[in-house]
Each structure stands twice: as structure tokens, then as C-alpha cells.
């Protein structure tokens, strides 16, 4: 099975921190991505990335970057965390050549910034 | 602006009864329909997924309903359980994106002993 494993699934971070969201997938998969789930929003697109180097922005870039310096790892950076950033990160990876090309997600990170 | 719209918010059935969740969507790239099962403390899992070259697709209890024409899709879970307890995500990919997937708002189910 593949597998997508998120460093951290708590984090408490201050106001103005840099933080650093961790993903690593294990099954070669070409894409990544980023999400933040909030009640009543569903998932929303950070970032992603579909090669190593690559990265394009999502539906709410703003107040995040990422790095992917490895095919199998994929970074979220809050370069200064607010407490609007509190939320559930969710990563996830696909492999756009399978016939079934959904996502496999990790288990989240819930992030607090207080 | 949500690309899919997704309702009810929340759903309450009882054992045995049929849940149905319904999603809308404007955006006639979109060619590539999942729904994900996410349980609490976990991330969301692919559950079923249906393309717009059918009508129905289904898979156990579950089943996918696609209407092309009113760009409507709907999920229903027959004879639901309390173990189907969960937030259901629909979404949808538009074709050469990326993979790049649009969400739903989500549907809280509480299937009720």
C-alpha cells in the first residue's frame, strides 16, 4: 500500500514562527500536494508539485511556500505563522499514469498557533 | 468560489437506511469524480470514483450516480452502518491538471443504532 507518512500530527506553534510541515511518500509518486481542511470549507489547494524542483500554486497560496528537494518529500513552510493558519494539513500524493489516479492522503497534521 | 458544492452538511440515518449525498458542479473540464470516506484523526481515503462516461458505478453498498447533463453526482450508501460513520468528500479533476483535485465542503454522517 502506498503510503504517506506527515512528521508531526500535532504541532503548537507562536505567532511568527517559521514552520516546517513535513511529507514523505514511499511509492514513487510523480505529484504531491498540500491541503488545509476547515469546517465547512472542505480541502483547500496550498501548494503542489509535480516533479522534483517544480512547484505551482494553489487556490491559497498566501503565507506559505514549499520545497521538494526529493521526489519522495515534500515541504510546507509558514515562513510566519498567524493564528489564520491554525488548521488541519492534510499531503497528499498521486501517480497521474495509474487508471485510478486519486490522491492517497496522509493522516493530517493539526497545527495551532496561538 | 467552490467549484463543487456539496450537500447536506450533515446527515443523521439510522441503521439499516439509505444516506445520500449530493454534489454540483459548473466546470465541464472535470472529467474524474472520487469520493473520499475520512474518519476521524485520519486523512481522507478513496472510496469510490466514477468518469462521466457513465451513468452508475458501484461497488458494494456504495454507489455513484452521475448526471451529466444537470452536472450532478450523488453517492449513496445502502443499508448504512454505524462503522459508516464518517465525513464524506466528494471532488473532481479536470483532464491534463495535474491530478489537480477540487473538494467539497464535506458531509458529516451519523449513522444512529
Known amino acids: 500500500d502506498v503510503k504517506v507518512t506527515q512528521s508531526s500530527r500535532y504541532l503548537v506553534k507562536r505567532t511568527g514562527e517559521k514552520v516546517f510541515l513535513e511529507c514523505v511518500q514511499d511509492m514513487d509518486h510523480e505529484n504531491m500536494f498540500w491541503y488545509r481542511q476547515d469546517p465547512g470549507l472542505g480541502l483547500r489547494l496550498i501548494y503542489f508539485s509535480y516533479d522534483v524542483k517544480m512547484k505551482e500554486k494553489g487556490d491559497i497560496p498566501e503565507g506559505y511556500s514549499v520545497s521538494r528537494e526529493k521526489k519522495e518529500r515534500f515541504s510546507l513552510i509558514l515562513e510566519s505563522a498567524s493564528t489564520n493558519q491554525t488548521s488541519m494539513y492534510l499531503c497528499?500524493?498521486?501517480?497521474?499514469?495509474?487508471?485510478?489516479?486519486?490522491?492517497?492522503f496522509g493522516s493530517g497534521t493539526r497545527l495551532t498557533v496561538v | 468560489q467552490q467549484q463543487v458544492k456539496q450537500s447536506p452538511q450533515s446527515l443523521i440515518v439510522q441503521k439499516g437506511g439509505i444516506s445520500i449525498i449530493n454534489c454540483a458542479y459548473e466546470n465541464t473540464a472535470f472529467d474524474y469524480f472520487p469520493w473520499y470516506q475520512q474518519f476521524p484523526g485520519k486523512g481522507p481515503a478513496l472510496l469510490i470514483a466514477?468518469?462521466?462516461?457513465?451513468s452508475e458505478k458501484k461497488e458494494g453498498r456504495f454507489t455513484i450516480s452521475f448526471n451529466k447533463s444537470a452536472k450532478q453526482f450523488s453517492l449513496h450508501i445502502m443499508d448504512s452502518q454505524p462503522g459508516d460513520s464518517a465525513t464524506y468528500f466528494c471532488?473532481?479533476?479536470?483532464?491534463?491538471?495535474?491530478?489537480?483535485?477540487?473538494f467539497g465542503s464535506g458531509t458529516k454522517l451519523n449513522v444512529k443504532p
Open positions: 466514477i468518469r462521466p462516461d457513465v
Open positions: 471532488a473532481a479533476s479536470p483532464r491534463g491538471n495535474f491530478n489537480k483535485f477540487y
Open positions: 497528499a500524493s498521486s501517480s497521474p499514469g495509474a487508471a485510478n489516479y486519486g490522491y492517497t
